[in-house]
């Protein structure tokens, strides 16, 4: 009895040990049996939060750059293709009212004249002719006007008749006319008052006619030849005063609110792209163009070294009132994901979490968050579409 009393508890805990061994051995032996589908099944870390985990190689590799998104104010701008020209207010065709030939050429292009000088000098037959009409009727009238005098002493004086009297006073009104008409010839061909006067005192005929600089500036065309006979409708140079030059843009409809008469702008020329001018609108246009539906808008710009020149391709950049509280990323840091648009908030140096954000307008480079982000949290700035690609190649569903 003793015996049996002794074995009965050993066996009872021996088959309780066999069960838990029993049991064990099942969970291992099915877990063993299926390693691949638990690996499987196994979800991606961070795959429901949101969170992407980069390794130090892909990291590096896809060379990431984020920075902190600071809520403040926000200038909007908008910028427009324009071509600058000279100013049409200083800007002068130099030709002629008379055929001739040219003579001489003084000046070629990219002279500086003051207001008077000789550009060239042509010689013209028919000027001469004019002038000499010219010469002639001054002489007859003059001769009248004495013939005139003469007879009305005469006739005061009871010694010739009232008919010669008035015979003698229409030819001096003729002669009048006639010389009227020879003066109105010469200032039609462009003689100046100067050259008339020097007729009157000399009476000597010059066939000489000069062209001269109408103002201070700079000869930008040149289209004359010694020699070569000339017409009245040709254009022989072009002087313009390039010390103030209009930069003409072409604004979309769409951005016509922006533009005020007398608001100050910048202007990027393309030969200067590191420089930055600035000039004034005086000028918007009442019709829009048919085909591109632009507005052709005008601005002045000061330009006293001469480095804006006509016909530059430039940008004119205009500024609008700043928006006091904004919150702007840049366009580069904003993705498509599946739920709508995200952006990457950098958690840790090798953890981003996928963010999904309501945008409001944008202004150039930038677009303003309305609702998604937190002011201060380091948004991706590079390397986001890297980061999109890891989002949908392991299914990651964004954070709201």
């Not at 985990?53 to 984020?66: M, T, V």
């Not at 579409?385 to 990651?396: N, P």
Request: net charge neutral; glycine share 8%; charged share 25%.
């Amino acid at each position: 009895m003793s015996v049996g009393a002794s074995m009965r508890p050993i066996g009872v805990e021996t088959g309780v040990l066999i069960t838990i061994i029993a049991v064990a051995a099942g969970w291992f032996g099915a877990c063993g049996r299926q390693p691949d589908d638990s690996s499987a099944a196994k979800p991606v870390p961070g795959a429901r939060s949101g969170f992407i985990r980069l390794s130090a190689e892909e990291l590096a590799r896809a060379g990431i750059e984020a920075r902190p998104i600071v809520r403040g104010p926000h200038r909007v701008s908008r910028e427009f293709p324009a071509t600058i020209q000279a100013n049409e207010n200083e800007l002068a065709e130099v030709t002629t009212l008379i055929r001739g030939r040219v003579v001489t050429v003084q000046v070629d292009v990219g002279a500086d004249v003051k207001k008077g000088d000789l550009l060239a000098l042509l010689h013209s037959t028919e000027l001469g002719l004019a002038e000499s009409a010219y010469v002639k009727a001054a002489a007859r009238l003059h001769e009248a006007d004495l013939a005139y005098r003469r007879a009305k002493d005469l006739h005061e004086n009871k010694v010739v008749s009232l008919a010669e009297f008035l015979r003698r006073e229409a030819e001096m009104k003729t002669a009048q006319a006639e010389a009227r008409e020879t003066r109105n010839r010469l200032e039609l061909l462009g003689v100046s008052r100067r050259e008339i006067e020097r007729l009157d005192r000399e009476g000597t005929i010059r066939s000489d006619v000069p062209l001269l600089a109408p103002f201070d500036g700079r000869v930008i065309m040149r289209n004359i030849t010694r020699g070569e006979v000339v017409e009245t409708h040709q254009k022989f140079f072009t002087v313009a005063d390039l010390s103030e030059v209009w930069v003409i843009a072409n604004v979309p409809e769409k951005d016509v609110e922006y533009i005020q008469k007398g608001q100050t702008v910048d202007i990027v020329a393309a030969a200067y792209p590191h420089a930055l001018f600035q000039g004034a609108v005086t000028y918007i246009g009442d019709v829009l163009d048919a085909a591109t539906r632009t507005l052709r808008v005008r601005v002045t710009a000061p330009n006293p070294e001469k480095r804006l020149k006509p016909e530059m391709f430039a940008l004119v950049r205009v500024y609008a009132a700043p928006d006091a509280d904004v919150l702007a990323v840049p366009l580069s840091a904003v993705q498509s994901g599946p739920t709508g648009k995200v952006v990457f908030v950098q958690r840790a140096p090798a953890e981003f979490e996928a963010r999904t954000v309501r945008l409001g307008p944008e202004y150039g480079d930038v677009v303003v968050i309305l609702d998604g982000l937190q002011d201060g949290e380091p948004v991706v700035t590079r390397g986001a579409f890297v980061l999109r690609s890891e989002m949908e190649r392991h299914k990651i569903e964004p954070a709201p």
